[in-house]
């Protein structure tokens, strides 16, 4: 049976064992996917020894992307582009890197959600690791305008900078008078019960997403409907295509995503 885990801290939360299992299950595979707990520092040692133990594919999570984008010896374009890697698998003995997350956000909102990206204002909130594996992706949607704010103004510059997009900038306090097709929270401030330093201007008839699912997603989601956005959605689509696309890269067959996404949707 093929071996594969997530690998992150804290990881006992993780649906991605449910999720891989599950495809497996469709796609007529035996797959093996268990949670690895790894504190950052420890990803070299925890890949050598999975690797050793027959291991052919990793999701990583947070804290370790960056981690496992300098370990890898090999990295896709999109993983470059992120600069993190979430997906690692092996050739030759040698740590290949991948980032599937922007593209699960795409997938999430366009193939689940219907929803259009071309020709929107988006407004991006963080510039973190989580925003930087989406940003490359919504530009190639072909947005019109990609607005990034972040409690360090610098940290959104740096972004921007790197992007050398003419589309993309920092978000301005005036901006928010202009209305937003949709808001995206790329910050961990729902894991504290916070809510992103925003003015409530922005939200108004725009779709509001937050990249994490469940609980830790309602209060900025909450927050967005009550200041009239038009509606309000989390990551859980995301997690599971993302997850979808590392299955493919590691299986070669790409799984259905529909019946997954209603599983986890139904009340426990």
Known sequence: ??????????????????????????????VSYERRRVEAGGLAHALEAFAAQGGLG??????????????SRRLSSRALRAQAVNT?????????GDNTDGVGLIRDLRDNHGLALRGSRV?????GGAA???VGPLLDEGVAQLAITNRT???????????????????????????????????AAGLSGALPALPETVFPGAVAYDLV?????QGFLSHAQRCGARSALDGLGMLVEQAAESFFLWHGVR????????????PS
Not at 15 to 26: D, M, R
Not at 88 to 96: D, P, R
Not at 123 to 127: E, F, H, I, S, T
């Open 1 to 30: 049976m093929s071996q594969f885990a997530v690998m992150g801290c804290p990881i006992d939360h993780s649906l991605s064992p449910v999720i891989h299992q599950a495809f497996g299950e469709l796609v007529g595979r035996s």
């Open 58 to 71: 990793v999701n990583v999570t947070v804290p370790l992307k960056t981690e496992a984008f300098s370990l």
């Open 88 to 96: 690692v698998s092996w050739a030759e003995g040698a740590v290949v």
């Open 123 to 127: 407004l991006l909130v963080g510039a």
């Open 132 to 134: 930087w594996g989406v």
């Open 153 to 187: 103004a610098a940290r959104a510059q740096a972004l921007v900078d790197s992007l050398g997009d003419v589309r993309a900038s920092v978000f301005l306090a005036d901006d928010g008078d202009k209305p937003f097709d949709y808001v995206i929270n790329a910050t």
């Open 213 to 217: 699912y469940g609980p830790r997603a």
């Open 255 to 266: 799984p259905p995503t529909e019946p997954v996404l209603q599983k986890l949707r139904m």
